[in-house]
C-alpha cells in the first residue's frame, strides 16, 4: 500500500514566522538547504519522517498538526459554509475546500467564524423580526433562505384546509365504496385503473427509500421499514397523485414560489394532505371526530391511521359549512428541531410560539407513548389545551438510531370543553407560565431559560444571583 504523503507548508511557515526566523536560519536548524524548506512552505516537497521528527524535537511542533491536524474538521466547516443557499453559485468542489484547508487553514478558520457569527446574528435578527411582527410592527428583515423554508411560511401561515382536495378525495372514496378494507380497494383500482400493483420489499433490497415507483414494470414498492398506517398513507398518496393531478396543480398554481423546487416541495405536501383526507373522508371523519370528543386514540383505531395521521387530520377541520375545533400542531425530535408546524387558522407563531422547553412537548420523550395533557398560559394571559405524545417512526434495525419525534396538539382554551382531554382534566388546574421562545420572553425567575431575552440587558451583579442562568433587569 503507498504510503500517504504528508504537506504542512503553511504550518511550518507559521512556526517559521512566528519564532522570526528566516528561511536560512531554519534549514540550517533543520540540517536542510534553504531552497529545499522554501519548497516545502510551498507544499511543492511532502515533509519526510526525518524532518517531521526534527521539526518536533528542535521547535516542539506538535506531531498531529503536522500530519493534518484538524483538517477535515475545517474541511467539514467549509463544506457548511459554501452549503448555505446565499453561496449555492459559489461552491467550490471537494478538492478545492481541502486546498483552502491545507494552504490557508487560518483563512479557513476565519471563514467558518464569520459564517458561525453571520448565522447567530441571522437568528437573532429573525426572532426581533417575529417579536416586532407580533407587535404589529413589521419589518423588511431578509436572509438566505432555502425553498423548504419558503413552502413552510406559506403552508404554516395559512389555514391547513384545501376545499377543492377535500371534495375530491370524498367524491372518490364514494366511488370507491372501499368498506373496511381501504388498503384493498386502493391496491385493486390502482391494478385495474393503472396496471400498478403494489410489493413491500426488506430493508436490504429498498435501503433508501420509504416508496418507490417503478414506471416500466408498473410496480409500486414500499419498504418493510412502514408500518401498516404508514403503508396505506404511501399507497393513497400514489392514487392521489394519479386520480387529483389537476385538481393538485390548481391548488398549487395558487402559490407564487420562487423556484421549481419549491414548487415541487409544495406539490408533495399537497399530495400528503390529499392522502389522509381520502383515508379520513372528511364528513365521517368529522363526525366521529365530535362523538369521540376528538380522542385521537380512538379516531387512529376507528379509521386504522397512526396517532399522528389522526392528530395532523384534526387540524385540517375548517369546512365552512361544518367546522370542527380550530387545533393546531408542532412536531419536533428530541434535539428540539421542528419538522412541522401546522394550524386550522394557521399555526399561532406570534400568539403561542412552541419554542418554550416547558412544553410537554419535550418531557413526552421520557414517557414514550403516554399523553400528556397540559393547561399552559402565555405571558400575555392566552391559554391553551396541549395534548402531547411521542411518535414511533419507522422500524429499525438493531444497530440504526432512527427519528424519533413528538407531536404537540393544541387548541385555544375556549374550546377545552368540547374534548375528551378537556373534560378529564376536570376543574381546570392552574395554568404552566410559558412563553412563545425564550429570546422572546420576559417572565422573571424561569428555572427553565435557556437563552437571555433579546429586549433585555444581562442584569449581571456579582453580590446577587438569580435563579435564572440568564438574569436580566
Known sequence: MAENKIFAGPHIRRIRTGLGLTQTAMAEALGISPSYLNLVERNQRPLTVQLILKLSQTYDADLSALQGGDRDGQVASLRA?????????????EQELVEISGTAPNVASGIAKLYRAYREQHER???????????GRGTRLAGARMPIDEVRDVFENR???????????????????????LMGALKLWLRREHEVSVRVLPVDTMPNWR??????????????????????????????????????????????????????????????????????PYAPFQAAALRAAYDIDVLSGRFQVSFEQAANRLTTLQRQSAPGVPFFMLEVDHAGNRFRRAGARGFPQQRFGGACPK????????????????????????????????LEGLNAGYAERPRRTALLLGCDIAFAGETVYGRGLGELPAAIGIGPACRLCERQACLARAEPPLTRPLGLDEMVTGLGAFDFQ
Open 81 to 93: 459554509v459554501f452549503a448555505d443557499p446565499l453561496l449555492a453559485g459559489e461552491l467550490p468542489g
Open 159 to 181: 389555514p391547513n384546509h384545501f376545499a377543492a382536495l377535500e371534495t375530491a378525495a370524498e367524491a372518490f372514496h364514494q366511488t370507491l365504496a372501499p368498506g373496511e378494507d
Open 125 to 135: 435578527l429573525s426572532d426581533l423580526s417575529g417579536m416586532l411582527a407580533g407587535e
Open 359 to 390: 412544553l410537554s412537548l419535550h418531557d413526552a420523550f421520557s414517557q414514550p407513548g403516554r399523553v400528556l395533557v397540559d393547561v399552559v398560559e402565555m405571558p400575555g394571559g392566552e391559554r391553551y389545551l396541549t395534548v402531547a405524545r411521542t
Open 211 to 280: 416508496r418507490r415507483f417503478d414506471r416500466h414494470s408498473r410496480r409500486l414498492f414500499l419498504s418493510e421499514r412502514l408500518g401498516p398506517a404508514d403503508r396505506l398513507r404511501e399507497v393513497a398518496m400514489e392514487v392521489a397523485l394519479l386520480a387529483f393531478a389537476p385538481v393538485i396543480e390548481a391548488e398549487n398554481a395558487t402559490f407564487t414560489f420562487a423556484s421549481a423546487e419549491a414548487v415541487r416541495l409544495a406539490r408533495y405536501e399537497l399530495v400528503r394532505y390529499a392522502a389522509l383526507a381520502l383515508m379520513m
